[in-house]
């Protein structure tokens, strides 16, 4: 199968945690890639006086997990230790830092030699008492929830829309099978340092680039439900307002975020997705609440699905009974039976 296993990898890696008015919870999993390249941070408190701010991040590797694990420890120290953080102009000091990360990471021994080829996506978000800071860089995405719908989503860098194609082919690259010079997937992105080989332009103006896109949105005490950041993997699979409702959905039914967590990804691999997946959900105060009433509705749903499944099961061992009394054998019976699940089974896969 190339680059995918024969089955999918479905152990998770989990993680929760509360504080500063905020809950948490993580899930990744390998799935059908070989090898496990996604990275993420959560830290409910800073240091200093900063106590009061929490951070969380996805990366999302790719020709290796090198890149992405560096990033997941080192980029908040990059942007935390900048001097536009120290003044408070904290769009800017997101920016630097990733800019810095990027340069400094260029030089570790690993990559420098040209052998490691590995870059990763990035998202982030800094939750302060009054505002939200969320940046990415690249294909992963973070998404703002309110009353269940999204009202804020990034954009994900994609080499084929037009501000980023026109920096691609300036500095000497094509746009192919959507792809820069037709290969790697996204146009945004730390490392990659093969597409970075442009000496008479700066960082931000090669084939790709390690610039961040940030926005700032004023938080909500009694309307901010929930932040989602997660790697392509699962929005390739789940439309912005299809994963909001569905986890608005959820947590009508359980304050377990790990629970969630895992039964978004196992949804998202139901639904195809073959890469690897992980997600930070964040709940702010004004996040459902289990409802009984939902809680039941969902109990008799259940029920109903297991009356319909148990009402298959003996329709089918009745129209086997019938075919063995028309001289057909238990087995032929059972041949057919067997058969016909197979073929379901297999254009479920295609589907």
Known sequence: MGAFLNKPETKKYNENGEGNGLRYGVAS??????????????????NGTLS?????????????????AHCAKNLLDCILQTEEFRRDDIVEAI???????????REL???????????????????????IYIANCGDSRAVLARNGTPIFATKDHKPELPTEKSRIIKAGGSVMIQRVNGSLAVSRAL?????????????????????????????????????????????????????????????????????IANQVIDTCLYKGSKDNMSIVLVTFPAAPKPSPEAQKADRELEENLRQRLTGCYYSLLHACSHRHRD?????????????????????????
């Open 29 to 46: 999993m390998q799935g059908w890639r070989v090898e496990m390249e996604d990275a993420h941070r959560a830290q409910l408190t800073l």
């Open 109 to 131: 021994p690993e990559l420098c030699n040209g052998e490691e080829k590995s870059g990763s996506t990035a998202v982030c978000a800094f939750v302060s008492p009054k505002q």
């Open 52 to 68: 009061d701010w929490s951070y969380f991040a996805v990366f999302d590797g790719h020709a290796g997990a090198r890149v992405s």
């Open 191 to 259: 490392g990659d340092y093969e597409y970075k080989k442009v000496l008479d332009r700066g960082p931000c103006e090669q084939l790709v680039s390690p610039e961040p896109e940030v926005s700032t949105h004023e938080r909500a005490e009694g309307e901010d439900e929930f932040l989602v950041l997660a790697c392509d993997g699962v929005w390739d699979v789940m439309s912005n307002e299809a994963l909001c409702a569905y986890i608005h959905s959820l947590l009508l039914l359980t304050d377990d975020l790990v629970a």
């Open 327 to 351: 001289g057909q054998t238990d087995s032929i019976a059972y041949n057919s039976h067997t058969q016909t699940v197979s073929s379901t089974t297999s254009n479920d896969a295609k589907t």
């Open 95 to 105: 920016r630097v830092g990733f800019l810095d990360l990027d340069k400094k990471m």
